[in-house]
């Protein structure tokens, strides 16, 4: 749901958290991979139980990942956004300072922050290892139009 505007008029989105505790990290399902993956759990179960009652039964082997409806690969989550004044690469100025993490999710109404990241750019040469040239330090920013600038972040 978006953090802004009439709730009544947006479309809810849902998603399922899943929990990985043997590997330590979740996974976020949208209700279509939800829905397949009890079906592959149902699978399971009903093969396990069928070998139960005939032999003795088995646990399944999850080796494979193909086959294990408990498992994803790992995802990227977005936790928050950050915003990193780039006013001063129109000066070729460099700059240097810490910024917050903000939480961008729809649960965290209030913008709380959500951690600190250290970024910073300054103006190289082409192999980002030595110094601009002298004529990319302008006093006003159109001076630089149509010139080759390099930034090393």
Same mark, same amino acid.
């Given at each position: 749901?978006?953090?802004?505007?009439?709730? $009544? %008029?947006? $479309? @809810?989105?849902?998603?399922? $958290? %899943?929990?990985? @505790?043997?590997?330590g990290y979740f996974y976020v399902w949208n209700p279509s991979k939800f829905t397949d993956r009890v079906e592959m759990m149902r699978e399971l179960y009903n093969e396990y139980v069928e070998d139960l009652v005939g032999s003795g039964g088995s646990l399944p082997d999850f080796s494979d990942h193909e086959k294990d409806p408990f498992w994803d690969p790992p995802e990227p989550v977005l936790i928050g956004t950050c915003y990193l004044q780039l006013k001063n690469l129109g000066y070729t100025i460099e700059n240097e300072a810490p910024d917050a993490i903000l939480f961008t999710t729809s649960t965290n109404i209030s913008g709380g922050q959500a951690g600190k990241i250290n970024v910073s750019y300054w103006p190289c040469d082409l192999t980002g290892e030595g110094e601009a040239d002298d004529e990319l330090l302008v006093d006003e920013p159109i001076e630089l139009l149509n010139k080759e600038i390099f930034f090393r972040v």
């Open positions: 749901m978006p953090d802004f505007g009439d709730i $009544k %008029v947006e $479309k @809810r989105i849902f998603e399922i $958290k %899943v929990d990985n @505790r043997e590997a």
